[in-house]
């Protein structure tokens, strides 16, 4: 049985810690929050996340996962410790680094015998050695330890399920035998391990998510110029995803993406390259479009009310970043919210889980416990996240109840058709449905356009 600490027991290193240990390993999660801890080892979970809290509570019982707040006894007989400790943004949009180097520095001074050091956070490309230096300078004594770069791929709302199954592991470091042994522990997984260097293992997490994040934005800039010309953005996706090099995922049109990763790593990106004078066009693209959605998503309800919102009484329909998620980090919910509220709306809004943590950030929107009780007396509905219960709503109900029957679906989760039939005043994103009674020949409509 290997014995592995993990610094950090937020999302990264708690689903991080319960996995390992369901492998068989013996894992103690280390946290400086005593609250967390105490919570932890009551067997409540600090975030929501399918499947953690079971998984976490037996690994608990079978004496194979632990929590502390001390370093020294997660260190006590360790071979790896794993740093995930939180990387939030700084204000330009630099990845803040001052948790990984408390870690760092704590690990130093603790540390009694080597030690394979594991960093899992999302750190800027060149964190890894800097890691090893900040470890030397503060190790009391010249004891042997490696630090590895193993870039994490969770997808919230799927941790688990992607920990156990990923695509691929990546292992970067300088030190063969320790990139070996760190492979050895994912052996289970029965996924590829890529092993290359530091470097080129932190470059390969941020271009991963950012390439994600530019597909999420090319498919929404598509979407803006489906609505233009009366096609239908969700099948566009669908015709294009079959082309293997295309591919069908993360080709969904809406309000663009949220979420702990996708921003603050693209923003990461952008800021590093710049500061190493290039010009990363295309990330601050990415950027750009999806802070747009937002913006877009309010003149749309705007136009289907008549040209403003101020006095309506808007419901949002979902408030988390993505369904089966409480969390409300960069969620467009908020956005939303604000410039609805700027436009001078009532804001109401239900969440199956995110209400709570939207309470917080949103104080000034009222919350209701279901989509009926929100739908009641509302002028507009806006689809923010696409929970499953959405889906299937009694709509002819939500209609009856609406004052007026403005739906604006920023997720696409409904049919357009039927909601034109059910009497709905309906838009989706990127939908160009109805097409135009009697439309121009294209030629015209470019040649208006100045493409002739
Ligand atoms: C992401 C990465 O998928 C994961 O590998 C990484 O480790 C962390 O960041 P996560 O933030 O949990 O995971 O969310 P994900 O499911 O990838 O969705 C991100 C955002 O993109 C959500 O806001 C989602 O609504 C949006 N999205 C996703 C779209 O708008 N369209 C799509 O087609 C896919």
Redesign the pocket.
């Known amino acids: 049985m290997r014995k592995i600490a993990v610094i950090g027991v937020g999302y990264v290193g708690l689903v991080t810690a319960a996995g390992f240990a369901d492998l068989g390993n013996r894992v103690v999660g280390m946290d400086i929050d005593e609250e967390k801890i105490e919570k932890l080892r009551r067997g409540e979970m600090p975030i929501y996340e399918p499947g953690l809290e079971e998984m976490v509570c037996r690994n608990m019982k079978m004496g194979r996962l632990s929590f502390t707040t001390s370093y020294d006894e997660a260190l006590d007989g360790a071979e790896f410790v794993f740093i995930a400790v939180g990387t939030p943004p700084g204000a330009d949009g630099e990845a803040d680094l001052r948790y990984v180097e408390a870690a760092a520095r704590s690990i130093a001074e603790h540390m009694r015998h080597p030690l394979i050091i594991v960093n899992k956070s999302t750190v800027p490309v060149g964190t890894g050695d800097w890691v090893t230096q900040v470890v030397k300078q503060h190790q009391k004594e010249p004891i042997p330890f490696s630090v590895v770069s193993c870039p ?7 941790a688990i399920q992607d920990f156990m199954n990923p695509h691929r592991i990546v292992l970067g470091s300088t030190d063969p035998e320790a990139a070996e042994k760190v492979a050895q522990l994912h052996l289970p997984l029965r996924a590829p391990i890529i092993v290359t260097d530091l470097r080129t293992a932190e470059m390969i997490k941020y271009a ?2 950012a390439f ?1 994040a530019t ?2 934005s090319f ?1 929404n800039e598509i979407a803006n110029i489906c609505e233009a010309m009366g096609a239908d953005v969700k099948e566009v996706a669908v015709g294009m995803g079959y082309d293997p090099r295309i591919g069908p ?4 049109a ?9 921003p603050k790593d693209v923003q990461a990106l952008a800021y590093a390259a710049e500061v190493m004078g290039r010009h990363p066009q295309l990330l601050r693209a990415v950027l750009d479009i999806n802070q747009d959605r937002r913006r877009m998503a309010v003149e749309r309800v705007k136009e289907m009310l008549g040209g403003s919102v101020a006095g309506h009484v808007v419901g949002l329909l979902g408030l988390s ?2 369904p089966n998620t409480d969390d409300m980090r960069e969620a467009p919910s908020i956005d939303i919210a604000r410039y609805l509220l700027d436009e001078g709306a009532r804001v109401r809004a239900y969440d199956p889980i995110a209400m709570d943590n939207a309470r917080r950030i949103l104080p000034e929107v009222e919350y209701f416990p279901d989509p009926y009780s929100l739908a009641e007396g509302a002028d507009a509905l806006i689809v923010v996240t696409d929970w499953n219960e959405f889906k299937h709503l009694d709509l002819e109900r939500i209609k009856n109840l609406m004052r007026r029957p403005v739906l604006y679906d920023g997720r696409n989760i409904y049919d357009p058709k039927t909601m034109f039939e059910l009497g709905f005043i309906y838009r989706g994103v990127g939908r160009g449905y109805p097409a135009p009674e009697n439309p121009e020949p294209p030629g015209l409509t470019m040649a208006k356009a100045g493409g002739l």
Do not use: A, D, V
């Not at 995922?249 to 969904?252: A, D, I, K, P, Q």
């Not at 309000?255 to 996708?262: E, H, P, Q």
């Open positions: 994490e791929f969770l997808r919230e709302g799927n991963s998510n994600l597909k999420i498919i995922h993360f080709l969904e809406g309000l663009g993406f949220g979420g702990s990763c996708f970043f993505k």
